[in-house]
């Protein structure tokens, strides 16, 4: 699939409820929802949202009829997403835990989407808030996880939705997921503005060489990776 270049918007969602303390959707959460509304989802698919936060991109998949399990380790993205699940009346699969850790031994899906962690940071422990961005030093604490776990939980045909910051090496995602047998690529590139985190991040990150001072944007990008 060719990389499609899009430029960054507001993500309103007004059936979305979130809750002071959890990510709030945005254009990350925007250009994942797109990419899955390309993809092929029926009643047949079961889907699993990892680092689901207010559970945005669960309900996107469990409104095109597929089965949905979420995961986040936070206990309030927890109650938030069954919050909107109940209040959008979805049957989705709530679970609090580490990535894959509270999933059952053997289970296997279609489709995993994650918006996780990414910002690179000065800090290599996260807590509170920051959780839902800080990503240590590098940004990639979470996606390396990522690329290690999610393969496995993959069917024959099964795909991986995986969107992330430029600053954090998307190649280095691509030759990770590639080397457990999926087919990776970024499908989407998107330019946006900074949020608040990476202006006020912009010297450090500066001086790690992954921005110019002059820069006012971050590269997006959706990687999708399937397996044959």
């Known amino acids: 699939m060719a990389s499609t270049a899009v430029s960054g918007t507001a993500f309103p969602d007004p059936e979305v409820v979130t809750v002071p303390g959890v990510y ?7 250009l994942l929802a797109a990419a899955l ?12 949202d990892l ?3 207010s559970g945005t991109l669960a309900l996107a998949a469990a409104r095109r009829g597929a089965r949905v399990t979420a ?4 206990r309030r993205a927890v109650w938030n997403a069954r919050l909107n699940a109940l209040l959008a009346r ?7 835990g580490d990535l894959t850790a509270p999933l059952p031994h053997g289970r296997r899906f279609d489709l995993v ?7 690179p940071s000065p800090d290599t422990a996260t807590a509170g808030a920051g ?7 590098g940004g990639r604490l979470l996606l390396d996880r990522i690329c290690d776990d ?3 939980l993959l069917r024959r045909g099964g795909l991986l939705l995986l969107v992330h910051s430029g600053l954090c090496n998307p190649q280095e995602t691509l030759q990770r997921l590639t080397s457990t047998g999926l087919r990776a690529t970024v499908s989407v590139r998107a330019r946006v503005p900074f949020g608040p985190v990476l202006r006020e991040r912009c010297g450090w990150l500066c001086e790690r060489g992954l921005l110019k001072p002059w820069d006012e944007s971050e590269e997006l990008v959706i990687i999708r990776a399937h397996r044959p």
């Open 150 to 152: 999610v393969p496995p």
């Open 131 to 137: 959780r839902a961005w800080d990503a240590g030093v």
């Open 90 to 96: 979805r049957r989705i699969r709530v679970r609090r």
């Open 37 to 48: 509304a390309r993809e092929d989802i029926t009643r047949d698919t079961d889907a699993l």
């Open 24 to 30: 709030a959707p945005q254009d990350d959460t925007r």
């Open 51 to 53: 680092c689901t936060g």
């Open 71 to 74: 995961v986040d380790i936070s």
């Open 113 to 119: 989407v994650s918006n996780p962690p990414y910002v």
